[in-house]
């Protein structure tokens, strides 16, 4: 099949290439390297089943790649900032403009190619649309506790927004699609941008503090990239039209006990600091009910969290991330 990517240079998108690719795919990666990375898909370059398209999708693509876009049988929409972290100058606080567009506009230009093309479509939606949510574990059908003033509304907001659009094109442009909520996902090719998981990983290396906000007994769960790709693709090939399926490990931990879990693994001198007050609507609990993934794409995690730490701490001393930050 031929498949677009958008947001392929990043984090999650560049993972789902290499998978799609391995399955026999060509690849259309879409991005304009906002907080993607080139290095991330380095290894593609040469391929022939990959194609590099270096554009914002919340404009208009230009008459010279519209060509590449034909025949194209799946869309995924993973294109947006996805870290809140206000220090990071990759995070949606950083980026509020840019966040809504590509969430909103971004998002209704790829349906209506989907549409044209009669593609498959695919909306990467977050478990950010829960916000501090009253509801624990968090199903698909519970509406969500969300701030839409606050300063993480710009990426919460919008990808309600996303899925209302992916929704209305299913229902008034019979569009096949549908949407995920990623809960935390972290491996390989992770980037510095503010999210726990590799700031804890990467101070523990250098046996450095590793900051906690607030107490430390606010909760998340954490997924292993390669479980959360199998589940993105399971989404899009099993996943019903307008359906929505939240994909996240359902195994929850304090930020404390995550802490305290990398400076164990990693043999670390790192001190627990308790240096800063809890960011503005960050969620006290987060958790996926996954039950519906389960049921309907025949999907669960696979990776524990001590396994796929591991796996993320070999991998930043073989590549030599620690040295150069």
């Not at 230009?109 to 501090?132: M, N, P, Q, R, W």
């Not at 606050?150 to 907001?157: L, N, Q």
């Not at 659009?165 to 972290?186: P, Q």
């Not at 790709?229 to 404390?256: C, H, Q, R, S, W």
Request: with cysteine; glycine share 8%.
């Amino acid at each position: 099949m031929k498949i677009i990517v958008a947001g392929g240079a990043g984090f999650l998108g560049s993972h789902l290439c290499d998978k799609l690719i391995e399955q026999g795919n060509q690849i259309v990666c879409v991005d304009n390297l906002l907080t993607g990375n080139l290095d991330n898909v380095k290894h593609l370059k040469n391929n022939p089943n990959f194609q590099f398209i270096d554009h914002d999708v919340s404009k208009a693509f230009p008459e010279n790649v519209k060509s590449e876009l034909s025949n194209v049988n799946c869309i995924y929409q993973l294109a947006s900032p996805a870290s809140p972290n206000e220090n990071n100058s990759k995070s949606y606080i950083s980026h509020p403009f840019e966040t809504m567009r590509v969430n909103t506009l971004g998002t209704w230009k790829l349906c209506e190619i989907a549409v044209k093309l009669g593609a498959k479509f695919l909306f990467a939606s977050t478990s950010e649309v829960y916000g501090d949510p009253e509801e624990h574990p968090q199903k698909e059908e519970y509406r969500g506790n969300v701030s839409t003033t606050g300063p993480r509304s710009v990426y919460d907001e919008s990808k309600r927004f996303g899925e209302t659009i992916t929704s209305a094109f299913v229902r008034s442009k019979e569009l096949d699609g549908r949407i995920i909520r990623i809960f935390n996902t972290y491996g390989p090719r992770m980037g510095r941008d503010g999210r726990v998981v590799i700031e804890f990983v990467m101070a523990a290396l250098q046996n450095k503090p590793l900051p906690i906000f607030g107490d430390g007994k606010q909760t998340r769960s954490f997924c292993y990239i390669s479980d959360m790709i199998d589940g993105i693709i399971l989404a899009m090939e099993k996943g019903e039209k307008g359906e929505v399926y939240n994909l996240g490990n359902p195994n929850e931990f304090t930020i404390l006990e995550l802490a305290r879990k990398v400076k164990e693994l990693v043999g670390s001198t790192s001190d627990v600091e308790f240096t800063q007050d809890l960011p503005q609507d960050d969620p006290q609990r987060r958790c996926p009910d996954i039950t519906k993934a389960k049921q309907n794409l025949g999907w669960e995690p696979k990776v524990e969290l001590e396994e796929g730490l591991k796996k993320l701490i070999n991998y930043l001393k073989s590549t030599r991330a620690i040295s150069a930050s």
